[in-house]
């Protein structure tokens, strides 16, 4: 029905009321159930004519019955006011032959009562009887974690035709085999009594401002259960009011990571960017387009996204303008787009001459390592020469930093990607000694949600049913979320005297393995396997890629020292002098000119002694 109708029949149904409950209020008074009193016909008129006047003008009908809570009932008594006052001013005080002056006391209370009723009833009819019987199978809902939050995600519940409130759990033992809304509740301890008791399929956390620690501790034991888990947003979106069904997601990769986010230094982060000039290149990969987010909100002067694709830097370009739209115009920083190739020397030195920023955040690279294994040719040129151009055009212009985002695998890399990365490090370690421009490096693991990773794989895999394809089962990693490697570099910049390399405490390395089956075990969904060849998704292993590592390091010695930051650490790597590197730069830079692959790469293992390739490149290089 439109909006407009269902308004209207809840008017009927108000008028209604309105006559019942004054032929009721004279009974009442008189004392007799009278069919008839002639002082009716003086009072529903006007009772009538006054109830239209007060629901018009206050919006009673703008509510929704079916989802009518405490909120209706106070506009409804906040209406019966405006009612009674009137209907008190001519029958109570005025005084009508035929009318009780005592039913303008009772009428207007009878009417409330009844308003209250008719949409306890209507929700009640809508919700719990309609949703109950709608032709389907519902299913089974366990909500764990009942304070507050839980209560109104119980109370969203009711408006969902598939879902129902089967069972709930609580830390608190003080609930312990009590009910509520005849729904029991259980302790952590009991959730396998609890699940097997009601037949539960999905599990909803309401646990919005928990540790990430203690969140991962919930989901590993609600893991080994064939149910689904959702959760709500984190808890600054409770605060705004966003606790229904629709506000739950799947429980993301990050909350499986037992590790709480690193919290940024405001200092830091304001000593890096505020009133300069600051360029990203890479603006619109992954790690680029957060770093913009992040540094404009820092109010720098002006914005330089310097990037190559131009589908790419259209789509951070427009992002950005939205974002500064929003801000104070005083504080919205000058946004200016380059597209262009970091590589290409000119055209980085024009970029650089013409802005002459302050502050430089290199981003820019490939990264995919069996591409680069592949086109190991295009993969150092662009990553090692692009840092080269940025890092000389640096020095020539006075920029005061350049941080470069560099990678894990740059630590006894197996893979052309890592090795090149090394040298980018050793590009900017050995320029440290030599200028007065302030050069650093930033390693981190595998960043989650970013091009390649390996989580919107699986989740895809599992979506179509399978199997998740596992390159090793011992491969592990190190994860962090986007925002952290963002806030990591601009910190990193505020930090940098020179020459450093700053890792991230991490935590510990996840298992690739375990975390594929705890996504297909919170999908609701269980493994295929020898013990049980009837479940949903297969996790099959299709071997190491080439240039892959079963395990990923962050420091290439052991001497980390502390920082500003508790959960940054610092390390001064051994480098090659200048003069040696320039030497050996050029004879690299010969053989990507004759496209002599192997030679590039020779040159490349001279400057990496560590790069051990694990996979013969006979045949797998594809720019010989």
């Not at 109830?51 to 019955?65: D, E, K």
């Amino acid at each position: 029905m439109p909006r407009w109708r269902k308004s209207a029949i809840m008017l009927a149904l108000d008028m209604a009321l309105v006559v019942g409950s004054s032929w009721l209020a004279f009974c009442l008074r008189i004392g007799v159930l009278d069919t008839w009193r002639p002082g009716l016909l003086y009072f529903i008129p006007t009772a009538l004519a006054v109830w239209l006047i007060c629901s018009m003008t206050t919006g009673l009908y703008r509510s929704i019955a079916r989802y009518s809570d405490r909120g209706t009932m106070m506009t409804i008594g906040r209406v019966m006011l405006f009612y009674a006052i009137p209907i008190m001013a001519v029958f109570l005080f005025g005084g009508i032959y035929d009318v009780p002056r005592t039913v303008a006391l009772i009428q207007p209370i009878l009417l409330f009562i009844m308003l209250c009723l008719l949409r306890i009833v209507i929700r009640y009819l809508l919700t719990d009887i309609v949703n109950v019987y709608d032709g389907g199978d519902a299913s089974r809902v366990l909500i764990y974690g009942f304070g507050s939050v839980g209560m109104r995600l119980a109370s969203s519940l009711r408006a969902e035709p598939r879902l129902k409130l089967v069972a709930i759990v609580d830390d608190d033992e003080g609930k312990r085999g009590g009910m509520i809304n005849s729904v029991p509740v259980y302790t952590a301890a009991q959730i396998e009594e609890a699940i097997a008791s009601h037949g539960v399929t999905d599990v909803l956390l309401a646990l919005p401002n928990i540790s990430r620690a203690r969140r991962r501790a919930v989901i590993e034991q609600l893991e080994c259960f064939q149910v689904r888990v959702r959760q709500l947003p984190e808890v600054h979106d409770v605060i705004a009011g966003k606790v229904a069904y629709s506000d739950l997601r799947e429980v993301q990769v990050e909350d499986l990571l037992g590790r709480d986010p690193v919290q940024p230094d405001q200092v830091l982060l304001d000593r890096s960017i505020g009133s300069k000039c600051v360029m990203v290149t890479g603006a619109g990969g992954s790690i680029g387009s957060e770093l913009a987010r992040q540094i404009a909100a820092l109010k720098p002067t002006t914005l330089v996204l310097v990037e190559m694709s131009e589908v790419a830097l259209y789509s951070i370009e427009q992002e950005m303008s939205y974002l500064l739209g929003r801000m104070p115009a005083g504080d919205a920083p000058r946004i200016i787009q380059e597209l262009a190739n970091v590589a290409d020397g000119p055209s980085t030195r024009r970029i650089l001459d013409r802005w002459k920023p302050d502050v430089i955040f290199h981003a820019a690279a490939y990264k995919h390592v069996p591409i680069i294994e592949i086109n190991p040719l295009a993969g150092i040129r662009n990553n090692i020469f692009a840092t080269v151009n940025l890092a000389k055009g640096a020095v020539a212009c006075r920029a005061e930093k350049l941080v470069l985002v560099s990678t894990d695998k740059a630590v006894r890399p197996t893979n052309i990607m890592g090795a090149s990365k090394r040298v980018c490090e050793l590009v900017l370690q050995a320029l440290a000694q030599e200028s007065e421009t302030v050069f650093a490096m930033v390693r981190f693991g595998n960043v989650l949600g970013s091009s390649g990773s390996v989580v919107p794989r699986f989740a895809r895999q599992i979506r179509e049913g399978g199997p998740i394809t596992l390159t090793h089962a011992d491969v592990t990693r190190y994860f962090m979320t986007i925002p952290e490697a963002s806030q990591l570099v601009i910190q990193a910049a505020a930090m940098a005297t020179g020459g450093e390399v700053f890792v991230l405490d991490m935590g510990s390395p996840v298992k690739i393995v375990d975390l594929a089956r705890s996504m297909v075990h919170l999908a609701g969904l269980s493994i295929q396997s020898e013990s049980n060849p009837t479940g949903d998704i297969e996790i099959t292993e299709v071997g190491l890629r080439p240039g892959e590592k079963l395990y990923e390091e962050l420091l290439i010695g052991n001497n980390p020292e502390p920082t500003d930051h508790s959960r940054i650490m610092r390390a001064q790597e051994s480098f090659i002098g200048w003069d040696q590197l320039q030497e050996t730069l050029v004879e690299l830079g010969a053989a990507l000119d004759e496209g002599d692959a192997r030679s590039a790469i020779a040159v490349v293992r001279s400057l990496v002694p560590e790069y051990q390739p694990n996979a013969c490149r006979d045949g797998a290089v594809g720019e010989d």
